[in-house]
Structure formats: C-alpha cells, structure tokens
T-cell receptor, first 118, second 116 residues
Framework: AQKITQTQPGMFVQEKEAVTLDCTYD???????LFWYKQPSSGEMIFLIY??????QNATEGRYSLNFQKARKSANLVISASQLGDSAMYFC???????????????FGKGTLLTVNP | GAVVSQHPSRVICKSGTSVKIECRSL??????MFWYRQFPKQSLMLMAT?????????EQGVEKDKFLINHASLTLSTLTVTSAHPEDSSFYIC????????????FGQGTRLTVV
C-alpha cells in the first residue's frame, strides 16, 4: 500500500525567505511519481511540481524545487523567496500503479498549512 | 496547461434530493478520472476511479449506491450524490490526466455541497 506522510501541520516563514515542506513516502512499487499541490482557501488544487521515481535530477519549477532523496524516500518541497501569496495548504501526493496493468491512483498526505508573514 | 472544468462550484440542496456534479476535461481526452472528497482542514480522500465506458472502481467504505459515477465519454465524468443527507456535505473535487503515462493530474475547481 502507498503512504504519504507530511509531519508539519503548519509552517511559518518570513516573506522573501526560503522554506522547506517535508514529505516522506512509502511504496513497494519501483515506478511512481511524486507531486506537490497548492490549495488556497478557494479550494482549487494547483499543480506545482512533479518528480518521477526514475528521474536523475531534482525537479525545479521557478521558485519551487523538489529535494528528492530516493534512498530516504523523501520528497521535500523547497519554496525560495516566499511571497505573501504563497500562504496556502500544500499537499504532497504519490501516484503509483494499482492492481497491475495501467491503473493508478494518487495518494495524498495530510497537508501542511504554510503562512507567509510580512 | 490542460484544463479540467467542474460544475457547479457550489450547491445547496434539501435532504433527500439528488445532486449531480460534472467534471469535464476541456482540451484533452481523459480515459480515467478520479473523484475525491475533502472535509474541512483535511486531506483529499479518493472516493472512486472513473473509467470511460466501464464501471467505476470505488474505494473501500464508499457506498456505490450513494455516490453514482458515470464516465460516458472521454471528456466527461459525473458524480451523483443520491438521497443526500447533511453528513454528505463536503467539498468534492475531480481530477483527470491526459493519459496513463502523464505526469500531471489536473484538478477541477471543486464543488462545495451543502445539504440542508
């Protein structure tokens, strides 16, 4: 079974500073994908970044980077130069095959509420 | 990026009535769509996987007769909450991917259901 763990219910960061949101995962499947999503108070899920299990390089998307440590099964999100608009809930998710074949599903962590202070 | 449209964004219904929520992929074909439920301040819980042209696969504990899912075409999946009760009030959100090998899962805007 797949499992995603986010141990930080809430995080605070000062504007313009960097912040790391933790995520560990567990799966027995060698092929999987890791996602980070941002959910503001409006409820929409905004895709931020993706890391494939076979990707050699850490994924980066603008101010977002994913610190992928496969041996430790961790996929932490780093947000650089935090902005007030970054205040939101952040979810780590893992996509892994289920039941063999081409079926898959996305499993979410409990989320981390990030607050950026001015 | 790909767009997934979910409608309605908010709905209030009376207890005992049924509510249909639509999820459309606007610029790609989605063989598989997913339906999630989210309680306040909690994570997304997968309810079911919707496959075009076949029956949905429900997660353990999700009532199939309560939450009817239809994936009639490669761009449309619907979730019908039948005989809704106040405990069904929640945020429902769908997602879709362009293909089984796709990296991104795109989400709809979500539907906030309130049953009174």
């Amino acid at each position: 079974a797949q499992k995603i763990t986010q141990t930080q219910p809430g995080m605070f960061v000062q504007e313009k500073e960097a912040v790391t949101l933790d995520c560990t995962y567990d799966t027995s499947d060698p092929s999987y994908g890791l996602f980070w999503y941002k959910q503001p108070s409006s409820g929409e899920m905004i895709f931020l970044i993706y890391q494939g299990s076979y990707d050699q390089q850490n994924a980066t998307e603008g101010r977002y980077s994913l610190n992928f440590q496969k041996a430790r099964k961790s996929a932490n999100l780093v947000i650089s130069a935090s902005q007030l608009g970054d205040s939101a809930m952040y979810f780590c998710a893992m996509r892994a095959p289920v039941g063999g074949g081409s079926n898959y599903k996305l499993t979410f962590g409990k989320g981390t509420l990030l607050t950026v202070n001015p | 990026g790909a767009v997934v449209s979910q409608h309605p964004s908010r709905v209030i219904c009376k207890s005992g009535t049924s509510v249909k929520i639509e999820c459309r992929s606007l610029d790609f074909q989605a063989t598989t769509m997913f339906w999630y439920r989210q309680f306040p301040k909690q994570s997304l819980m997968l309810m079911a996987t919707s496959n075009e042209g076949s029956k949905a696969t429900y997660e353990q504990g999700v009532e199939k007769d309560k939450f009817l899912i239809n994936h009639a075409s490669l761009t449309l999946s619907t979730l019908t909450v039948t005989s809704a009760h106040p405990e069904d009030s929640s945020f429902y959100i769908c997602s879709a991917s362009p293909g089984t090998g796709g990296t991104e899962a795109f989400f709809g805007q979500g539907t906030r259901l309130t049953v009174v």
